[in-house]
């Protein structure tokens, strides 16, 4: 079994206290969680929008990963998808593109990567991918990876961090301007924490037992408003959830009353400990497991399955109160994905311009 990311005494390995103070908004924001994700209870991705995770070590081969950004501003790729995926997160950020911005790669990330030769990101759009060195104590996490023709690979985003540390980002490590987004200075997530963070890693629910924070998306993330873990956020719904708030199922749940398989159990009891945490935008209200395609002969069939939890109701979670709010973020209608599922549940246009 793998070790647990980060350090013992890390937020995101610390139990919840015995008496957490809820949220004064907390059952509006379960009211969101119903408004996000009417049929209730949480899904899992396990197959598609998640991360895969490779262990590398010094035998591994070093790759350059180049800038997709950058190569998108200099018009090196080219094609229906690249302008539209690279323009909208230019949008608030042209003024700023001098040669010293990082145009998606954060202190210490590259340009040389360990990339095992059959490495393979997330198949869904966001084509993530994560790279840990056990031995050395180092990870490293991309966004939009992308394998050109020619061989070389390119992400938009890259971070490096010990895998032995806190697992909370510095929010001073980031020049971001209010309106630009995160990935433009590194973080994978648009949330602005590690992705390996909150992850259910399939070694872990097959011996029964996560003990950490899960991490959590959803489609109502607040405008302009977030919380430590988070360093930013991507939320574009006034009055919604900031991201970095922590929801916990209530620990006097009895679980037995729930038709769980074995692996939903061990979830369930991860989320009534530890918690998890808001770190993204979805479709919905999902949690996070590990890509398993990844690794031959893994799989979560038989294991977890991506619709287990939905039989415990959001009326059984809980929101803790932000330990503070931060007004700053991404202006959300410049992603079309969050601006058209908004659209799609309201009918009317939020964000601003």
């Not at 408004?35 to 010094?58: K, R, S």
């Not at 090196?76 to 998606?104: Q, T, Y």
């Not at 038989?302 to 939905?310: S, W």
């Amino acid at each position: 079994m793998r070790r647990r990311f980060f350090s013992d005494t890390s937020f995101w390995n610390t139990p919840l206290p015995s008496s957490p103070v809820l949220a004064a908004e907390n059952e509006r924001w379960r009211e969101l969680l119903y408004w996000a994700c009417p049929e209730g209870g949480f899904h899992i991705n396990l197959h598609a929008w998640t991360m895969p995770v490779y262990d590398v070590d010094a035998r591994t081969p070093r790759v350059r990963v180049e800038r997709r950004f950058a190569l998108i501003r200099d018009g090196v790729l080219s094609g229906d998808e690249e302008p539209r995926e690279g323009g909208m997160f230019f949008r608030h950020a042209r003024h700023r593109l001098g040669p010293e911005h990082p145009l998606g790669h954060g202190p210490g990330f590259g340009p040389e990567v360990p990339i095992p030769p059959d490495a393979h990101p997330d198949p869904a759009g966001d084509a993530h991918l994560i790279l840990v060195d056990w031995e050395q104590g180092w990870a490293w996490d991309m966004w939009g990876v992308l394998r050109l023709p020619d061989g070389r690979w390119c992400s938009f985003t890259g971070m490096r961090y010990r895998i032995d540390g806190d697992g909370v980002f510095d929010p001073a490590w980031f020049a971001a301007e209010i309106g630009e987004s995160i990935h433009l200075y590194g973080p994978s997530r648009a949330s602005g924490v590690p992705a390996v963070a909150g992850l259910i890693m399939h070694d872990e629910v097959r011996a029964g037992r996560i003990a950490h924070k899960l991490a959590f998306g959803c489609l109502a993330p607040a405008l302009l408003k977030h919380s430590p873990p988070a360093t930013w956020t991507d939320g574009g719904l006034p009055g919604g959830i900031p991201q970095g708030t922590i929801i916990q199922l209530d620990p006097a749940l009895d679980l037995g009353r729930f038709p769980l398989s074995p692996g939903a159990r061990a979830v369930a009891r991860a989320l009534q400990e530890y918690g998890a945490v808001l770190c993204d935008f979805a479709g919905g209200a999902t949690l996070y497991g590990e890509g398993a395609w990844a690794h031959p002969g893994m799989s979560w069939e038989g294991l977890l399955g991506e619709e287990d939890l939905r039989c415990i109701p959001f009326d059984c979670y809980r929101f803790l109160a932000p330990s503070r709010i931060i007004e700053r973020g991404m202006v959300s209608n410049q992603h079309p994905g969050i601006l058209g599922a908004y659209a799609r549940r309201t009918g009317i246009r939020v964000g601003h311009g």
